[in-house]
């Protein structure tokens, strides 16, 4: 079975400052997993994806992830955040036979001016 | 104009009524999604279909029931409502895998009282 856990429900930073979501990942065969965000009043959109090519995955708007087999993580960071990104955030698991993906619970980011 | 639509995008209801929501995309994909989405739980899965001829239940089926009237149609009924069904219902679709972008309608916000 499959699950992911991010860490912290709310996450709040500063304009400028680095943000860092923390996504956590149960799988027993290679998983795929994702990043999608939540603006507010819309649906899930993709942020990036990790499909296992390269470790790390460059996103939309500035983000990344690094997929660390060894931790079982998959964070997602930005160097210096954005009034813009203001969301919610939601990492998800699947792999390659999957039907379907599972989310996490989501991470609401919140930043400071 | 956007790539799946949901209706309607906000209704409030009253206990033991029937509800549709109802969900179109024009991206010709085949598989197509229902998630309800509710504040610390992420979202839940509640219907997959494949393809018109296949309909799968999710983590969270009773209560509901889908339609899928053409590939690009995809329905969901609350037979008898009752208040806890009261959320955030999207519908998403994909191209094939469970490891392909999923692309996600706006939202419907339901409340039943």
């Known amino acids: 079975a499959q699950s992911v856990t991010q860490l912290g429900s709310h996450v709040s930073v500063s304009e400028g400052a680095l943000v860092l979501l923390r996504c956590n990942y149960s799988?027993?065969?290679?998983?795929?997993l994702f990043w999608y965000v939540q603006y507010p009043n819309q649906g899930l959109q993709l942020l990036l994806k990790?499909?296992?090519?390269?470790?790390l995955v460059k996103g939309i708007n500035g983000f990344e992830a690094e997929f660390k087999k060894s931790e079982t993580s998959f964070h997602l960071t930005k160097p210096s955040a954005h009034m813009s990104d203001a969301a919610e955030y939601f990492c998800?698991?699947?792999?390659?036979?999957?039907?379907?993906?599972?989310f996490g619970s989501g991470t609401r980011l919140s930043i400071r001016p | 104009d956007a790539d799946v639509t949901q209706t309607p995008r906000n209704r409030i209801t009253k206990t033991g009524k029937r509800i549709m929501l109802e969900c179109s995309q024009t991206?010709?994909?085949?598989?197509m999604y229902w998630y309800r989405q509710d504040p610390g739980l992420g979202l839940r899965l509640i219907y997959y279909?494949?393809?018109?001829?296949?309909?799968n239940k999710g983590e969270i089926s009773d209560g509901y029931s889908v339609s899928r009237q053409a590939q690009a149609k995809f329905s969901l009924s609350l037979e008898s409502a009752i208040p806890n069904q009261t959320a955030l219902y999207f519908c998403?679709?994909?191209?094939?895998?469970?490891?392909?972008?999923?692309?996600f309608g706006p939202g419907t916000r339901l409340t039943v009282l």
């Open positions: 998403a679709t994909s191209d094939s895998g469970g490891t392909d972008t999923q692309y």
């Open positions: 799988s027993s065969v290679p998983p795929y």
């Open positions: 990790y499909t296992s090519a390269a470790t």
């Open positions: 998800a698991v699947s792999h390659s036979s999957a039907s379907k993906i599972i």
């Open positions: 991206k010709g994909h085949d598989r």
């Open positions: 279909s494949f393809d018109v001829k296949d309909i």
